[in-house]
């Protein structure tokens, strides 16, 4: 069942034998392509050093989105606009009243009220119901894309990114249309996994593990929300093409960085460049 909840994760031992960090040569040019978990605790830092070494070559960082541009306060506006319900709606008319009541006794477990969360849809919901029990574990926004994106600002490094803030805020409030009782009932069992699952999660990318990556984030995904798999994942990864093409042929060097389950699978970013023809190798 563990599917959902790792796609916003992806989200201090050293030597490991590989890493999530790629070097990618067209031959004349080149750039670091590195699988990212978007939240981490202060105790995962520091980081792998393949990542500080790509990073240190980089010219600039190219991110998912914008990040600063998403946390701009109309930015979030629009978000929550898009991710709550208008008044008079609510979570009871798009959940079955079974799912809704076991929502209703996990909320009141973990003493928050459900009067304050009735009004966000499900994926909102979803993200708020993990971010509190990310920060129960000590974890917060200290993902790798936040860590470089305060460094190359500090350093004065160039930024870019995949995709715009529009397009994130409509994967967002697009997510598990169509299957919402599913869609809670998993994060409901997955947030009682939570501890163990990042521990999993974090050796197999710090391990540059991609066939545990796909075990854990990608098979069960893809058997039980295909559509979800497509959208956030394959139609993602297929966009990203041709613009980390176009970065390649330029004369700079650029450190992409997007989450590690991007990467993983035929499907991913690094199986697409081989089969382009690019020398990929790990760094």
Known sequence: MRKLILLWLLLPIQGWADSSVWKVSDGHSELFIGGTIHVLSRQDYPLPEEFEQAYRQADLVILETDLAAMAQPEAQQRLLQQVMYPEGRSLQDDLRPETYRKLVDYVSSINLSMAALERFKPPMLVITLTMAELQRLGMGDTGVDHYFHAKALQDGKRLGELESVELQMKIIADMGKGQEDEMILSTLQELSELPVMMNDMK?????????????????????????????????????????????????????????????????????????????????
């Not at 959208?231 to 980390?244: A, D, Q, T």
């Not at 390649?248 to 690094?270: D, K, Q, R, S, Y």
């Open 203 to 283: 050796r197999a990318w710090r391990n540059g593990d991609m066939d545990k990556l796909e075990e854990i984030g990608i098979v069960p995904m893809r058997e039980e929300f295909p559509s979800l798999y497509d959208s956030l994942l394959v139609e993602r990864n297929n966009s990203w093409m041709p613009k980390i093409e176009a970065l390649l042929a330029t004369p700079e060097t650029e450190l992409v960085l997007v989450g590690a389950l991007h990467l993983v699978a035929n499907e991913g970013v690094i199986e697409q460049l081989k089969s382009r023809g690019y020398r990929v190798e790990r760094w």
